[in-house]
């Protein structure tokens, strides 16, 4: 199986590092930046050397290197900087993402797509159209990470195990995530039957910020460890046909009342890309915040429709 990252900074080369010691096929790490991802890719080279993997890995300059992908995956993008929200970003990565994306559909029309760069939910629409793949073949990496923050919040809460642990988060990636603890669960049992309903809201409230104070903290940046995971987990339930239920930023046809827009929901991964969208039971007060959320999406998405002629 040939996988390739489009963008080699912190998310993007960490990422193929893990995707190289997992084994899963041949890795291919691009960046327009000079000498930055065959750099990369030989210091992974040498690695694999060290840890006894044996993975091919290529860095190259020119995004003619993905053609024939069974897995794309796209990081290029500027990252945000602190005082920075994911819509200020929204023009500047919607026209690199476009470029990409048209050269993709050229050479690679039988890849999944999975999308890495912020605003997210946006981007993840852009690809889409841009390519005119199906949609269960392009989505965002979205929520799992939001969902993977809000468990490690709960396991020092509780002192507990992540193991003992599904999260659960819909919406839109960051701000307008909606944490769901009625369907976030301890060893099966509800989150909100273990844990204080003021103490769940603090959580909950931690979770929305978690992404701005890792930024903040950085002063350069953004996370890079923990979404490297999130999308190897992707990956992984790709390439090893796993059908986990995972949330991405998938394109809504009427689920959840959301018509034409991408957004992070629980989705079964295979082989395919997304086999199923999962439709959850949402109460009166759920479903005004993820309409909220969606409404946000919109707006931002009639901006990149209008600039970029969708």
């Known amino acids: 199986m040939k996988i390739s990252i489009i963008g080699a900074g912190n998310v993007g080369g960490l990422t193929a590092m893990r995707l190289a010691e997992a084994g899963f096929g041949e890795i291919v790490l691009v960046d327009i930046v000079k000498g930055v991802a065959q750099g990369k890719a030989f210091d992974m080279q040498d690695a694999g050397a060290v840890l006894k993997?044996?993975?091919?890995?290529?860095?190259s300059e020119d995004i003619k290197s993905v053609k024939d992908s069974d897995i794309i995956i796209m990081t290029a993008g500027l990252a945000r900087k602190p005082g920075m929200t994911r819509?200020?970003?929204?023009?500047?990565?919607?026209r690199?993402?476009?470029e990409v994306c048209l050269e993709i559909k050229k050479i690679s029309p039988g890849s999944i797509?999975?999308?890495?760069?912020?605003p997210l939910d946006i981007m993840a629409y852009l690809a889409l159209r841009v390519?005119?793949?199906q949609p269960e073949r392009v989505f965002g990496m979205g929520v799992s990470l939001?969902?993977?923050?809000?468990?490690?919040?709960?396991?020092?809460?509780l002192n507990i195990p992540f193991?003992?642990?599904?999260?659960?988060?819909?919406?839109?990636?960051?701000?307008?995530?909606?944490?769901?603890?009625r369907f976030t669960t301890i060893k099966g049992i509800p989150l909100n039957e273990v844990l204080e309903e003021d103490k769940a809201r603090a959580l909950v409230q931690r979770s929305f910020e978690r992404g701005k104070e890792i930024v903040s903290l950085l002063g350069s940046g953004s996370a890079y460890f923990a979404p490297s995971q999130a999308?190897?987990?992707?990956?992984?339930?790709?390439?090893?046909?796993?059908?986990?239920?995972i949330g991405v930023s998938a394109y809504l046809k009427g689920e959840y009342g959301v018509k034409d827009a991408c957004i992070g929901v629980p989705c079964r991964i295979g082989k395919n890309g997304i086999e199923k969208i999962i439709e959850l039971e949402l109460n009166k007060e759920e479903k005004t915040h993820f309409s909220d959320s969606a409404e946000s999406i919109r707006k931002n998405l009639e901006l990149v429709k209008l600039n970029h002629e969708l």
């Open 163 to 181: 193991t003992d642990i599904d999260a659960c988060v819909i919406g839109s990636h960051g701000e307008g995530m909606l944490p769901l603890p």
């Open 146 to 157: 939001d969902s993977a923050r809000f468990a490690n919040l709960i396991a020092r809460e």
């Open 96 to 98: 690199i993402l476009k």
């Open 113 to 118: 797509l999975i999308v890495v760069t912020n």
């Open 231 to 245: 999308i190897a987990a992707i990956v992984r339930s790709i390439v090893k046909d796993e059908k986990r239920v």
């Open 131 to 133: 390519t005119g793949f």
């Open 53 to 59: 993997f044996d993975c091919r890995i290529l860095g």
């Open 87 to 94: 819509e200020d970003l929204l023009n500047k990565n919607a």
